[in-house]
């Protein structure tokens, strides 16, 4: 098993650091042959997303930036579980790991995480702002098998940053992602996964959206089988009907162009 740990802090012994160490030792302690890389977005050379579209529209390999992308998705493929770790920095993440998060934001349209955990982890001064960060970090877990947040307020004087009440969190945020991770079954999705995955489906279905962003239409003509199979109880499946009509008719109402 892989895990892969993107820290975007600029700090490099920082809190954020010494937490996803600590998450490493236990992550270690139940796995010992686990493989765990960090990745310092310091250390990258990941430039600011121009916002071309081109990801979006044709594809991420279309990206006119060339710099360490590709190798940072190459490194995500590979691993079993993803942990996105950022401070908080004036409520929300610093702009190391937003433009990270905005390289990325393809995979919101095309989700391709679905047999990693995930784990958003973030340090605080205060309690200011935690909450934001944790649900900004967690926005590229579309998709994912299991998502994990574990947020650790720290002291603004240099005391051990991970307390007892830290330490017992700490624990148990790892574990669940331990045990989430070497679990080979994917994840149902719910009614809200179907019905964000529904509605790219039914946007791409339309002729200026296919023609803008052919990208998006080839992904959910391919990912109809594989990810929009809602079956199980029949009550979940005629739910699921429901909602796709009554998007389907929403959308359709905005966009008048099929
Ligand atoms: C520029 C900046 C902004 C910050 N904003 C907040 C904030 O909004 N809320 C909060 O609780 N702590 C805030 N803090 C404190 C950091 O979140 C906290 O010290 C964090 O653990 C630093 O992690 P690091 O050492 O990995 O950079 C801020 C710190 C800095 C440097």
Same mark, same amino acid.
């Not at 995480?113 to 605080?124: E, H, R």
């Not at 935690?130 to 579309?142: C, V």
């Given at each position: ?80 579980? %993803?942990?996105? *770790?950022?401070?908080? $920095?004036?409520?929300?993440? @610093? =702009? ?6 905005? +390289? ?97 489906? %039914?946007?791409? *279905?339309?002729?200026? $959206?296919?023609?803008?962003? @052919? =990208? ?6 391919? +990912? ?35």
């Amino acid at each position: 098993m892989k895990v892969l740990a993107i820290i975007g802090s600029p700090r490099k012994k920082g809190n954020t650091m010494q937490v996803v160490e600590r998450i490493r030792e236990q992550l270690l302690a139940a796995d010992k042959e686990l493989d765990f890389e960090i990745l310092r977005l310091a250390d990258m050379d990941l430039q600011i997303c121009r916002g071309c579209f081109s990801c979006f529209a044709r594809g991420e390999e279309s990206c006119p930036l060339k710099d360490d992308f590709t190798f940072i998705a190459r490194k995500m493929a590979e691993a079993d579980g %993803i942990i996105l *770790a950022a401070p908080t $920095y004036a409520m929300g993440v @610093p =702009a190391l790991m937003k433009n990270f998060i905005d +390289r990325f934001a393809y995979t919101l349209h095309r989700p391709c995480f679905f047999d990693k955990s995930f784990m958003a982890v973030s340090t605080v001064g205060g309690m200011m702002g935690l909450k934001e960060t944790l649900n900004q970090l967690a926005i590229l877990s579309a998709g994912c098998k299991s998502v994990h947040k574990l947020g650790i307020t720290c002291s603004p004087v240099p005391i051990p940053i991970i307390d007892r009440r830290n330490e017992k969190q700490l624990r148990r945020v790892s574990a669940a992602f331990s045990r989430a991770m070497h679990k080979s079954t994917r994840r149902l999705p719910g009614l809200p996964d179907w019905a964000y995955f529904s509605s790219f489906k %039914i946007m791409t *279905a339309f002729k200026s $959206y296919r023609l803008h962003c @052919p =990208a998006d239409y080839a992904y959910y003509q391919r +990912r109809e089988l594989y990810f929009f199979n809602f079956d199980g109880h029949p009550v979940r499946r005629l739910t699921g009907k429901m909602v796709k009509i009554l998007m389907g008719c929403g959308i359709k109402a905005m966009v008048k162009d099929n």
